[in-house]
C-alpha cells in the first residue's frame, strides 16, 4: 500500500515535522495540502507555505499552499473545501500544527494559555470535525482513510504536569482527541492514531529555545518515515499511541543512525511525556 493519488491535508506543513511528512508523501506521488500562516519569510524562523509547496513538488507531489489560521473556523472550513474541489477529497489529516510555552502557571499569561490551546486541542478537534465528511467518503470508497495526531500517549503523571500545567493540557488534549476519535470513527473505517518521538527533533522551533544542543536531537525523517507506516497500514490499526523508534522497530528499522544531527551519537536530549 502507497500513498500516490492520495490527498493529505497538513496543518503546520510549512517547515519541521509536518513538511517532512509532507515530502515522503510526495515521493509516492501523493497531493499534499499545507494548511500553516507563514506566507512571508521569516529571517528566524524559515520556510513559508509557498516554499514548502516548492518542496513538496519537487519530491514528486503536487502541493496546494493554503494560508490558514487553524483557530480561524471560517477559514479551516474554507481551507477544507478548497482542498477537496482541488484534488477531488481528502484522505489523510495530519495534526501537526502545535504551540508550545514551556512555563509554569506564574508565567503563563493567559493570552499563551489560549494560544496553545487554541492551536493544540481546539486546532485539532475542529480540523478532524472539518475533514470527516471527506474522511468518510474516503472510506466508503475503500481509500484506506486516517487521522494522524502529533501527539503523545497519555500520562497522567504529576511530573509531566507540574512544571508546565497549561501546555500539558494542551498537547493531551490532542491526544484525548485520538482516544475518543478512534472509538467514534471506527464504524466508519477510518484509523486514528498519535505518533510521538522519544527524543528531541531537530526543527527551526526549536533551534529558538536557549541553551538547546541541536546535535542532539534526531532529525525531522525519523517522524516522517514511522508516520509513513502508519498512513500505509489499514485504517483498522487505530486508537494507537506510537512512539517513533519503536514503530520503526517493529517494521525492521533499526538502524537509526541515520537519522542523527550529527552521526555516532548515543545520548539524546528525551522528548517530554514518555515514562
Known sequence: MTLAGKTLFITGASRGIGLAIGKRAAADGANIVIAAKTTQPNPKLPGTIYTAG???????GQALPLAVDIRDE???LAAVAQAAERFGGIDVLVNNASAISLTDTEHTPMKRYDLMNGINARGTYLCTQACLPHLKRSAAAGRNPHVLNMSPPLSMKQHWFESHTAYTM?????????LGHSGEFRKY??????????????????????GVNIEMCRKPEILSDA???ILTSPAENTGNFFIDDELLAARGVTDLDRYSVKPGTRNFIPDFFID
Open 74 to 76: 471560517d477559514a479551516v
Open 170 to 178: 494542551a498537547k493531551y488534549g490532542m491526544s484525548m482527541c485520538t
Open 227 to 229: 508516520a509513513y507506516f
Open 189 to 210: 473505517g477510518i484509523g486514528v492514531n498519535s505518533l510521538w518521538p522519544r527524543t528531541a527533533i531537530a526543527t527551526a522551533a526549536l533551534q529558538m529555545i536557549p
Open 54 to 60: 516548492g518542496e513538496i513538488e519537487a519530491a514528486g
